[in-house]
């Protein structure tokens, strides 16, 4: 296990060199540019040419990139071109908002996902079946900036409620602040549990038919205890592997939920970056994310031996 964990963490490096040549590249193909949109704005220098060396930006790609990279391995991610405050900072004051909604998303998925799949296994071609699968369909196929944007404007039209707009903080106030966040996790995590009750749906009813479960049957086990003790641990490998792809749609369903639930995290910041194309906002948040990825799904790998003791990582 050891030796597979060093591995994958001298992989981290090159994976991440790769995503930020990727986003350095990419953010410079977008139309207009920094120094176009800072000329447009009062206060700032009248001459193309000055306002480009003062960002850097007079300098060849490569020579940006291998300076960008420096900084970076120094811990320093560079600072916004609109705030002046260093990218690190930034994002660690946003940081605790994107999570807080993460978590509670997860949380809400998980607790739709898990026991809606076991019942629709357990209980295969009834009409709770038939309902809960119907559901888990429209989970996929409704996006999640329409569900947020129907909510919204029901609310207000029907009863008059809108969701607070100032972001509380949870040490100041933790029932206004889940008043913010507990609608846009719900939505979160309603997208979040469709494929997740699916493959627990799919992968239980694989593991039913093993000859260990009807052994058990046979024995006269409870149901509760065959489905605890001999179902689930066989069948939520599969399940940890889908709950961790839907990380990186998680994480990117934050920043439109950000955006229209008026959260101060990093997902709204990413769009304002974007916008008005903040370099290394941009860049600095795209490598903590891809950090955290990469990160996450060591994690998930690590936890297939604890779930199945057979796997041996080699």
């Known amino acids: 296990m050891s030796r597979y964990v060093l591995r994958r963490l001298m992989l981290l490096l090159p994976t991440l060199l790769l995503v930020t040549l ?12 920094i120094v176009t949109l800072m000329m447009s704005e009062q206060g700032y220098a009248s001459d193309k040419a000055k306002l480009e060396q003062m960002l850097g930006l007079d300098q060849p790609f490569y020579r940006q990139y291998l300076d960008y990279i420096v900084n970076v391995l120094q811990g320093d991610l ?23 909604l993460a978590v509670l998303a997860m949380f809400f998925g998980l607790l739709i996902a898990v026991p809606t799949g076991i019942f629709s296994a357990v209980r295969q071609d009834t009409w709770l079946d ?9 989970g996929l196929s409704v996006p999640g900036f329409w569900m947020a944007t ?16 100032r972001y509380t903080p949870f040490a100041r106030d933790p029932v206004k602040n889940l008043s913010q ?5 719900i939505i979160l995590g309603f997208a979040l549990s469709a494929s997740v009750m699916r493959m627990t749906r799919s992968m239980i009813l694989e593991v ?66 974007i916008t008005w194309r903040d370099y290394p906002v941009i860049q600095g948040i795209n490598l903590f994310l891809a ?16 779930l199945d003791p057979r796997i041996r990582f080699g």
């Open 22 to 33: 990727l986003v350095f590249s990419i953010i410079r193909l977008l139309p207009g540019d």
């Open 78 to 100: 560079g600072v916004s071109l609109w705030t002046k405050e260093p990218v690190l900072d930034e994002i660690l004051r946003r940081l605790p908002v994107s999570l807080e």
């Open 130 to 138: 038939y309902l809960f699968r119907t559901g888990a369909i429209g």
């Open 150 to 165: 129907v909510v919204i404007v029901s609310a207000s039209i029907w009863w008059h409620w809108v969701p607070p707009m």
């Open 181 to 185: 966040l507990l609608l846009p996790a």
């Open 208 to 273: 039913l038919r093993e000859d260990f479960v009807r052994t058990a049957w046979a024995k006269g086990l409870p149901e509760s205890i065959v489905i605890a003790r001999h179902v689930l641990k066989n069948a939520m490998i599969p399940v940890v592997t889908v709950m961790g792809l839907q990380l990186s749609a998680l994480l990117g369903g934050t920043v439109i939920m950000e955006s229209i639930f008026v959260l101060p995290g990093m997902g709204k910041f990413l769009l304002d970056a």
């Open 291 to 306: 950090t955290g990825i990469i990160v996450l799904n060591l994690a998930i790998d690590v936890v297939y031996g604890f």
